[in-house]
């Protein structure tokens, strides 16, 4: 499949006239694998759980946890299961972990290469342990994408200049100062810029006022929550969220303490994308209307969603 952007998605959505198949418990086998590769853009696999900072805006601050890895054989399991689907969309290889202090990562993307040669694997970083020579080994392992955030300290307030400070320091400590003159900038709110590495590599800087722009990831930073949302969702449809435990998640703003929707050790991929449970609520939170649990607070792709219902839906 082409990867659809998560701001294009909703007009991908209510273009494909088979769509109701994501809100039905498809039984047919080849059936599941055609609907789970059409609209399936990214699946997350947390390989481990350890994360080195505590930023205000995650719930790590709050609910930190020890260095925990997926075990090998449910970490092969996934991989054979995507391959026996015949997946080509892209693989993120986190959720609420740092992935550079993973000592099995760049083994783990060569398998992920080897298996899946034309899925596309990221992650994002906040880039505290990454060098020159890290890069190159991901780069090297099969890594197509990697996506740094430097994130603000507890309690720090954003100030432009400072972090203008901050992002040439970084892109100096990588030997690309030169891409400090290259950014693209929003007031109060953004630096970016994307560079592009030999092999269709790609490595994105950024620093993101998340304190003001993030999401409560699940009802876990209050500061951010909304009141009663009722814009409908389509993370659930686009993505298949796997924890380190092997525990299904409904998307990536859920942290380790939200419900759990099964278990990839129990059931396949495609049971559990297609089982009772995931179907009932990707159903629920892609209606109009006033949302439950941690969806009801969430502020999360509202910004991609049309304020009214499309008649086509």
Known sequence: MSYVRCIDYWDFLSKQDDKDMVFQCVDDPEQRKAVFNKYVNIVHMELSTY????????PIAVYPREQEYMQDELFRKVI?????????????????NEPLYDEKLEDRIRRIKEKLP???????????????????????????????????LPNEEWRDEKKRAEFKRFLQKIGKEEYFEKRTETQNKCIEVEISFPGNRRFFLQCMNWSVYGADRGGNVKDLSIEKRTAPCIYPIREFCIACDGSVKLCCNMYFNAPDYGNIRDKGILDHYFGKPLVKCRKSVFEYGEKWGACSTCNSGIEFVPSEPCAEL
Do not use: M, P
Not at 80 to 95: A, F, K, P, V
């Open 80 to 96: 054979d299961e995507l391959y026996e689907i015949g997946y080509t969309g892209s693989i993120s290889l986190n959720l609420y």
């Open 118 to 152: 034309q899925c596309y694997i990221h992650f994002n970083s906040n880039g505290d342990k990454l060098t020159v020579e890290r890069l190159e080994s991901l780069w090297e392992a099969g890594l197509n994408q990697i996506r740094v955030t430097l994130q603000t």
């Open 51 to 58: 994360c080195n900072r505590r930023c205000s805006y995650c």
